[in-house]
């Protein structure tokens, strides 16, 4: 049972332009939200967070926004640059237990100079 | 901040073996996770430590799989009995745990293991 799902495997933006990835999820227990960046042969590096309380959090380039009625959040990148190309994970947590990460199954980005 | 280490880097053994990874986790902290990834799908929880306790543990952590952060520091995951559907990746994760605040968690780069 995939609790967080990104539906899109994959996406291509232009330099400079606007990328836009998003997460769905389904279990109204998440209470925080994380997405990451993984290149290859290397982990999943943190990007930026943002705790239920907000619909939005920045960090220089990149802003999550999330809509808690329909269990959806986005990551907005801009300008897109070609260092940016890697695949990207939403995780979520629920503030019981281990705090554990519940992972989508990534999108790829591409960026095309 | 010297971040997540995993040892080793890449592991072939053949099935019926057993294995032993190590994560060295980011010193000041007290929270550790095991991670599985496998091609395609995102990484999947395995067990979780706060210092040396291991407080849960997935389903799909068997009883082949066992766990250990005995000094609250570094950790070992030991496969015993290999089999072809543990060939993954293994992530470590660690944060730093604050009452209830949310931390986010640092992955280290992983140990690929190969089953032949």
């Known amino acids: 049972d995939q609790q967080v799902k990104q539906n899109s495997p994959s996406l291509s933006v232009q330099e400079g332009r606007i990328s836009i990835l998003n997460c769905d999820y389904t279990?109204?227990?998440?209470?925080?939200f994380l997405w990451y960046k993984k290149y290859p042969a290397e982990g999943p590096t943190f990007l930026i967070s943002?705790?239920?309380?907000?619909d939005k959090n920045e960090d220089g380039r990149f802003t999550v926004f999330l809509n808690k009625s329909a269990k959806h959040l986005s990551l907005h990148i801009v300008p897109s640059q070609p260092g940016d190309s890697a695949v990207y994970f939403c995780?979520?947590?629920?503030?019981?237990?281990?705090?554990?990460?519940?992972f989508g199954t990534g999108t790829r980005l591409t960026v095309i100079p | 901040d010297t971040g997540v280490s995993q040892d080793p880097r890449h592991k072939i053994t053949k099935r019926g073996q057993n294995v032993t990874f190590r994560c060295d986790p980011i010193?000041?902290?007290?929270?550790l996770y095991w991670y599985r990834q496998t091609l395609g799908q995102g990484p999947e929880f395995l067990t979780y430590?706060?210092?040396?306790?291991?407080?849960?543990k997935s389903r799909l952590l068997s009883d082949r799989f066992s766990a250990e952060r005995p000094k609250g520091s570094f950790s070992t995951l030991e496969i015993q009995r290999t089999e072809q559907g543990d060939s993954a990746m293994y992530l470590c994760?660690?944060?730093?745990?604050?009452?209830?605040?949310?931390?986010?968690?640092?992955f280290g780069d992983g140990t690929r293991l190969s089953i032949l």
């Open positions: 943002i705790s239920s309380i907000k």
């Open positions: 995780a979520a947590s629920a503030r019981t237990g281990a705090n554990n990460l519940f």
């Open positions: 994760a660690s944060s730093l745990g604050r009452g209830g605040a949310n931390q986010p968690q640092h």
């Open positions: 279990n109204s227990m998440f209470d925080y």
């Open positions: 010193s000041e902290h007290n929270r």
């Open positions: 430590f706060q210092n040396e306790a291991q407080l849960e």
